[in-house]
């Protein structure tokens, strides 16, 4: 039995960092397991041209704990204004690597995203040609389409046509929960996904079976075993085009129990802990490291890391809640203990 792992340390190519206070709490936990992090733009003002993702970058550089040499990666939240100089300025920036597509109304701070995607197409060009990679959060905003649908839905309207018209474009599916998108991002060349911890590790059942669990509650939402079984084959196959983004998004906890309570998992605390159980269940420890340290550089086109981090085989439980400001974030997973550690 593996008790000790050594990987190339880990990058996250998908986390919620927020803004302000949050910070320090955020940049901390996520700087002790990860050198890289793609940041989400979806702030409460949202992160849409060059300047304000310079300006954003440098707040997160600057809540770096004392000697961290983490580094974030930026992105721009594409907009129904955002314009093809708009992507031109930000890949001349050169620390802004990504746009992410947020169709208007679909998750967290989401009202600014975009309404009609057809008329994204100058946006799309430009990307392509400046070499911008897009991120996509996967679903339909219809009300009419079942929540549990959405992804599929969004895939077969939208995502196959974007696709097509833009072959060279490199596109990240992001968090993807269903067997249609694994099979979408296996049909497609220059096409990825992020795989988070908690659509690996559970299904709807964690979510509303013997009551709500509103912590396990996130977008797109939980889905069914047998999707959750197509994700993990995907995620331990060792093909490169599945890789780990956590979509760790801390709410406040009075935030997420309420009785409309806010979509997202914080995983920060524990996440590449809660990926090794998931490839140790699946007795595909040896895929962990392709998963977490090598698909995504590959695909961003940006150098692997070289220092390491240890996993070893020590139980731990995560407290009930950590403090965050003047309030409380709970952390995902917290009732059952982890079964892996990062040797200090
Ligand atoms: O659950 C989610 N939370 N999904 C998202 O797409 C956004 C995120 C957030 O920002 O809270
Ligand atoms: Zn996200």
Known sequence: MTTQLTIIKPDDWHLHLRDGEALSTTVAFTAKQFQRAIVMPNLAQPIINAELAMAYKQRILDARPTDSAFQPLMTLYLTDNTTADDIKQASESNDIV?????????????SNGVTDIDKLAPVFTAMQKHGLLLLVHAEVTDNSVDIFDREQVFIDKHLN??????????????????KQAIAFVEANDNTAATLTPQHLLFNRNDLLAGGIRPHNYCLPILKRETHRLALVKAAISGNRKFFLGTDSAPHTSHAKEASCGCAGCFTAHAAIELYTEVFEKENALDKLEGFSSFYGPDFYNLPRNKSKITLIKEAWKAPPNYSFGDHTLTP?????????????
């Open 332 to 344: 995902f997973r917290q009732e059952t203990s982890l079964n892996w550690s990062i040797s200090q």
């Open 98 to 110: 990504a746009a992410k597509l947020y169709p208007a109304g679909a998750t967290t701070n989401s």
């Open 161 to 178: 046509t974007i696709r097509r018209d833009f072959p060279e474009l490199k596109i990240v599916l992001e968090h993807a929960t269903t």
